[in-house]
């Protein structure tokens, strides 16, 4: 197993599922993992309060990244996967939205990069924007597991 895919599975491994005093769960990361690991997850946030879906999706996508062959090829196919991770149903796309307006600016993002004629749809827009976000979640965490596989790499313990 390569040293990312270790630093990935490590990742995901880390996360804690809790219950809610409601009954509904959530994936948390304790206050003792890796600064490393918290530092991403913040980062993955994108200036958003910490929620739920952000942390289930640092999740999900450390969980996917531990069963590429290399980085090179998690990095040409996290748009595709970001786009197999992102919700289909004008309901939850909708809940999404309403969690935090603020994701609203994700359709911009998405216009400015794949132009105003890449969706047909606003609903089809909405699933595009909440894919171009999950796409930079993915870097995000690519990136601070190669970093830590890197840095375990120079200086073992």
């Known amino acids: 197993m390569k040293s990312f895919q270790v630093r990935a599975l490590d990742f ?3 996360f804690r599922e809790q219950r809610r005093d409601n009954g509904t769960s ?7 993992a890796p600064a490393w690991m918290h ?11 910490p929620n739920d879906w952000r942390f289930a999706k640092v999740r999900e996508i450390a969980l996917w990244l531990h ?15 970001a786009d197999g991770m992102s919700h289909i149903y004008t309901g939850q796309l909708l809940e999404w939205y309403t969690a935090d307006p603020s994701r609203l600016s994700y359709c911009d993002q998405y216009r400015d990069e794949f ?3 890449a ?3 606003t609903c089809l ?8 976000a ?23 313990v």
Do not use: W
């Open 125 to 132: 827009l909405l699933g595009a924007a909440q894919a171009y």
């Open 26 to 32: 959530f994936q948390m990361l304790p206050e003792s």
């Open 39 to 49: 530092d991403a997850v913040k980062l993955a946030h994108d200036g958003e309060f």
């Open 119 to 121: 969706t047909d749809s």
């Open 67 to 81: 069963e590429q062959e290399s980085l090179d090829s998690a990095r040409e196919d996290a748009m595709e996967v």
């Open 115 to 117: 132009g105003n004629s």
């Open 134 to 156: 999950i796409e930079q979640m993915v870097q995000v965490i690519i990136n601070a597991c190669e970093a830590r596989a890197v840095e375990i790499e120079l200086f073992p």
């Open 12 to 14: 995901a491994l880390a």
